[in-house]
């Protein structure tokens, strides 16, 4: 069973950035497409942005310009730059298809 473990979330300003970073275990991710997702207080979890084997690229729009989602052979990164506080929420990776079991999230808050 492959696990995720998110992190590199924190407390930052608005316009501040930050780099999550995504772990699964085991080599089988490397086939996968790949998401980031969060999910505010009171809301449902939304996708954020999605990246393929072939490193094509998805961005919902209210993240759009502002968010790059990347990966390497082993891990998947969110670098996410302008900040608002409306970006605040806990953070999650998994496939687009959700084939696996959620992580811990990582706490991204930002606020001044």
């Known amino acids: 069973q492959v696990q995720l473990v998110e992190s590199g979330g924190g407390l930052v300003q608005p316009g501040g950035s930050l780099t999550l970073s995504c772990t699964p275990s085991?080599?089988?991710?490397?086939?996968?497409?790949m998401g980031w997702y969060r999910q505010a207080p009171g809301n449902q979890r939304e996708l954020v942005a999605t990246i393929t084997p072939a490193n094509r690229v998805n961005y919902a729009d209210s993240v759009k310009g502002r968010f790059t989602i990347s990966r390497d052979n082993a891990r998947m990164f969110l670098q996410m730059n302008s900040l608002k506080p409306e970006d605040t929420a806990v953070y999650y990776c998994?496939?687009?298809?959700?084939?696996?079991?959620w992580g811990q999230g990582t706490q991204v808050t930002v606020s001044s």
């Open positions: 998994n496939t687009d298809r959700l084939n696996w079991p």
């Open positions: 085991g080599s089988i991710f490397r086939k996968y497409t």
